[in-house]
């Protein structure tokens, strides 16, 4: 099987055939004491400031580790963030991961910010004790805690670039975020092949673990042929999740089951589809981070189903960074925000079959994509099943270019059937039927 040609790391590394690895801590706490070897790792460990760090940004906790020909040292600091709200501007301070490298140990470069903000938070607390792992030639994994009143978290993100975990406002946790343990771990070391964590003169070991193989389901209750993963969190907004919580609800052998975030990363295991609705697509992608994104792939890749409306339509693009990219398909312009209208559309004979539409109707639209090819020979090319015959083009956006694209795509993702849609069907009168036919479409029946 050809790989895919991913942006993303994991992403890559999965389509290989290869393990995506997520830490997690197996056993209890002991005594590092207890341990010499374990001990005499910590004691090697260069904990020392080799620069004057800042101290107005409150320098802490340095690790020096080599990667490459260079030697890198992280630390935790301050970091002035400012903001513009109706011509007013006002700085506060976050907390940050900063890096500096040196090529002799002597002579060390500018600071780096290196990893703030997400789902690690920003507060001045969120980035204590970086630890720095290659777990892999090449792949590194950051953990970083966050303290304070009721927090004891390690928020641990991956990359192929140790001076690049992830900032605030560039699509961090979606690129990046792995996991979070709900301990401070304040340093990791190996030994004989075996991780331990360490926290506070204790240590607890460590294991790397694949995600694993969804699987479609086995059983289902009496009288239900189809069981729906509907994405409720952090980026779904609007009258999608009601409205296809209702319509699908009429359905008596279709069973729905919302999902947040944790739900979408533990996996998809034991469902036919799953659903992201209207909202923020970039914030969907960074809710369920770098193995929520991962986990839905497989699904689809596996035999799942994908229903993506507006957001969820962007989300499953192969175009965006963030994207789970399960559809050959990016947008012409970064020109997004066109408006809300009502337009028409008109639907092919294959659509009318697969989705329930009629030839042309009035949908309901609101800044959804408009689908065009991205050109990646290892996803096959989707096929449009309806076009928009009338457009929007507010906010600057290009007149003339949405006449004529797709509004709703089909596409294939190795045994899965994706569907995309831009507009929204489900909150427009007289087609309340599409998202049931929709899901019978793409379900592995």
Known sequence: MKHLLLCLLLSVASARGESVLVPVLTGGWTPVEQNAAVQELLKKQDRSWHFTADKELAAADPLTVEIGPLSHSYYSASKPVTTTVKGKSSTKQVGAVYARTSPDGKTWGKPQVVAWGGQAGEDLTSAGHPSIVELQPGLFYLFRTQTGKDKAITNIYRSSNPLDFGLYGNNADALHYVTSLPFVIESVVQHDGQWFAIQDGKMAKLAWRDLPAPSLPITRAPGITIRVALYDDSGSAGKGIPKVTEQLAKCKDIEVTKLNRDGIRAGLSGYDVVIFTGGSSARQANTIGLVGREQVRRFVEAGGGYVGICAGAYLACDGFSWGIKVLDAKTPSPKWERGIADLKIETVDEGQKLLGLPRETLV??????????????????????????????????????????????RGQFGAGRVIACSPHPEQSDGLEGWIVQTVRTVAAQ
């Not at 928009?388 to 270019?401: C, H, I, K, Q």
């Open 364 to 409: 309901k639209y609101h800044n959804g994509p408009l689908l065009v090819p991205n050109g990646n020979s290892a996803i096959p090319d989707f096929e449009p099943l309806t076009f928009f015959r009338t457009e929007v083009a507010n906010n600057g956006s290009d007149a003339g270019l949405m006449v004529n694209t797709p509004a709703i795509a």
